[in-house]
């Protein structure tokens, strides 16, 4: 079975008035390629479980496509937090930037007793 996917779309209205310039990645996004994008990739909407699929199984970028939304979301930019980003929800997402945030917070507080013990070192 010969699989068919439609042509990108011209960019939203929205992000041409914003001049918005996307990342070379998201020129590949193939969600962008699929008509009604916003309300399939909109986990709360009843949609989901089809994008995910897609994102998963079809996408060439969807790494990318992750990592910048960990980055966003990290940095509290929660302006796409209610789609699938990635082949994840938000809630999925969510896990894994606490799982950052407590690496990054454990790695902080060995760094810190490390470079205490060693003033301790150098003032005794
Ligand atoms: S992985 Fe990202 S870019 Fe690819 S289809 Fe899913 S949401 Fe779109």
């Given at each position: 079975?010969?699989?068919?996917?439609?042509?990108?779309?011209?960019?939203?209205?929205?992000?041409?008035?914003?001049?918005?310039?996307?990342?070379?990645?998201?020129?590949?996004?193939?969600?962008?390629?699929?008509?009604?994008?916003?309300?399939?990739?909109?986990?709360?909407?009843?949609?989901g479980d089809d994008a995910i699929e897609i994102c998963?199984?079809?996408?060439?970028?969807?790494?990318?496509?992750?990592?910048?939304?960990?980055?966003?979301?990290?940095?509290?930019?929660?302006?796409?937090?209610?789609?699938?980003?990635?082949?994840?929800?938000?809630?999925?997402?969510?896990?894994?930037?606490?799982?950052?945030?407590a690496a990054r917070a454990k790695?902080?507080?060995?760094?810190?007793?490390?470079?205490?013990?060693?003033?301790?070192?150098?003032?005794?």
């Open positions: 079975m010969t699989t068919i996917t439609p042509p990108p779309r011209p960019a939203h209205p929205f992000f041409t008035a914003l001049n918005y310039k996307p990342a070379a990645w998201e020129e590949q996004a193939l969600c962008r390629r699929f008509p009604n994008e916003s309300d399939a990739w909109t986990s709360g909407k009843g949609g998963k199984t079809r996408c060439p970028v969807r790494q990318a496509c992750l990592d910048a939304a960990l980055r966003e979301e990290d940095m509290g930019n929660l302006a796409r937090i209610a789609t699938i980003r990635g082949g994840l929800r938000p809630e999925e997402r969510g896990v894994l930037i606490r799982a950052l945030r790695v902080a507080e060995e760094n810190a007793a490390r470079a205490a013990a060693q003033a301790e070192e150098v003032a005794a």
